[in-house]
């Protein structure tokens, strides 16, 4: 009956062994699939990465195309300062052929006439450059409301990169677990042999 019971404990013990060498497996295949899944996530960061690069060419190409509209706005201010001076100088020459010639008092207020329509176009392009100096007002707001949401980005990069590291440190970890677990096992199959040869021998 010693004997019986003995052979019943070994295979029940052989039979645990198994059953952990089952659920070691699993445990190796669940380490491979975090793995993988892992190297998953660190493409997706790699690519978010890369959508960050491009974001920041596109805001310098931005930057770009607000420093040259800048300078069209200021070229348009000097060329409407020259034509407000062409206007005075025009101004004071009329005047002058009114006192000289009475006879071309006609033809001076047709001058005049032109003269204001000059100067009410002179108006409306003040007018217009204040508002494309408006407009250039509104893209650098819109501008730097980009360069917020850029570094916003970067920092949500940067923290999945540090979320990425932890699992990768998670992932070692339990793969040390599971080849610990397999000495483990190694060494119950050797003790269990050892209790088989022993029962044999009784």
Known sequence: MTRISLVLRTETLVLSVETLVLSTETLVLSAETLALSVETLVLSVETLVLSVETLALSTETLVLSVETLVLSVETLVLSA???VLSVETLVLS????VLSVETLVLRTDTL???TETLVLSTETLV?????LVLSVDTLVLSMETLVLRTDTLVLSAET?????ETLVLSAETLVLSAETVVLSTETLVLSTETLVLSTETL
């Open 127 to 131: 007018l217009s450059t204040e508002t």
């Open 160 to 164: 999945l990169v540090l979320s990425a």
């Open 81 to 83: 300062e020259t034509l």
């Open 112 to 114: 005049v006439l032109s």
């Open 94 to 97: 009329m005047e002058t052929v």
